[in-house]
């Protein structure tokens, strides 16, 4: 028998609303084929939706919960070819980018001990839009643990495209909290790739200007850095000119599309697709890292731009389309019924299915009543426009003239060895083209032993190249070494200054000329010089390759045009 308190629920309202003439959309029951491409990876750290800022605060993590029943609702499970739920990072991994003294409060503080950590608290700037509340460290571990599982999943190949909607906190800085981003998990995922990719374009539709992330890399021309943000100088977070652009070797690789209040789809699409486009073609990444803050959608709680669900997941479609391996993350957006229902429509978009418009029947219908449970409800409380055609066709020549000084994509070269290895090869004997070919360097199996030799320089060896093919007299300090003689009709490379000219006699003796004295030097009174050795040639190995009448002729080729040289031997 049940008793009639235990035949209702804790809640006084239905378990799911009666939605009378409007529809259910029902559930997509067709498994995705596991060998289709592309492959789509899906990140949901379990739990990352069960943390609270707090009561008046704006950011609401149960918006990721709401974005969960709604795929799941949808059966976009099935369309998705992995679904993990991917561990918290560690501390030595997100001190990849922040500091340590900052990471190390993250995980000590707590609401209970805040007060004897009050200044640390303003050190780091938690406070205000990053306020301490409970498992705030484990809330930081589970969003940065999963963008990036995500980067290593498209790094090893087993996926072309990771979606994590918990990450994409582009705010926070190596050493302080900002903007309600405690752990830039983007920066993290971009270092990631950067250890496979040797390119990655960052692309940021949130409202607010990406700060955190064009910071890390404003001196780095490895990672083009492109964000579409409202921009009037005092809102939040007060960067992100057109005339920002990077520095030192990212000097040109930081674009900023600064925009006003009310843009609608049409200009938005325009301008990101003429941009993007334009930055593929000129920076051609090899990865892309897609931030979709919800807060630039027409009746944000924090923003003001009026762009619909559609056109916001255009933008993906859009990226999507460039078929290079995608990191797709969340952001912003504050108003969660409509945050939720922009990243479940983005998320079909991403696997290639087509959803209707009516929304699943989930345990969270009363979010959705005033909509009349619709995917793509109507724009109420537009905006004004305050950009002008003028005003974007400035913003578009503006970027594309930065963009002509990129002059190409740059090219990296990947030397890195894992430390465990290193040691290992050290104590291995391999030849020197085998060092140049780990290296990366053009010598690999080109090896030359040529040698540029200075003035008086002297130099024995085996691979002395102007070595004298006879011994020199006893008791003489060599200079200068003797040429080999040339074949005749033949002239020696550059203008061979410092080359004494010698004349070959019927006997094998050769003589010297006497140098020319030029009248351009210098008038500075010059040292005597002293005596000249000579240097001797085996007059029966010349005559055995070359006959008395062409070796007459090659030395008498050598003695046309003498040049003075200036020697010091030391005759003891």
Known sequence: MVRASQATTFSSSAYFDDRGP???AQPITEHVNPHSRPIVSYFFPKGVGEHHYGERHPMKPHRLTLTNALVMGYGLDKQIHHIYNPRPATQAELEMYHDH????????VTPNNQNEMRHLIDTFNCVEDCPIFSEMYDFCRMYAGASLAGARKLTAGACDTAINWSGGLHH??????????????????????LRYHPRVLYIDIDIHHGDGVELAFYHSNRVMTVSFHKYTGDFFPGTGKLDDNGASLGKHFCLNVPLQDGIDD????TIFKTVIEDTVTAFR???IVLQCGADSLGCDRLGAFNLSIAAHGECVNFVRKFNVPLLVLGGGGYTIKNVSRCWTYETAVLVGATIPDELPATVYD????????KLHPPLTGRVENQNSPASLQRITISIRNKLRYLQGAPSVAMQEIPPDLEGWLADEERKQDEIDEERGTALAGERRSDRSMARNE?????NDVDQDEGPVSAGVKRTVSSRKPRAPGKRGRGK?????SVSAKDDGEETEEPPIAAASRSTKPRRTAKPRARARVKPAEKDKDLPDADFEAAADAETDAPTPVDLEIDIS
């Not at 009363?366 to 449970?373: I, L, V």
């Not at 002297?458 to 085996?462: C, K, N, S, T």
């Open 285 to 287: 990444p090899t990865s």
């Open 266 to 269: 049409d200009m938005y699409l």
């Open 22 to 24: 409007h529809g259910t």
């Open 458 to 462: 002297f130099f024995e060896g085996d």
């Open 366 to 373: 009363p979010f959705f009543r005033d909509s009349q449970w």
């Open 496 to 500: 061979a200054r410092g080359r004494p």
């Open 172 to 193: 926070a800085k190596r050493g302080e909290a900002s903007g309600f981003c405690y752990v830039n998990d983007i920066v993290l995922a971009i270092l990631e790739l």
């Open 101 to 108: 003294d900052y990471v190390d409060f993250l995980s000590r």
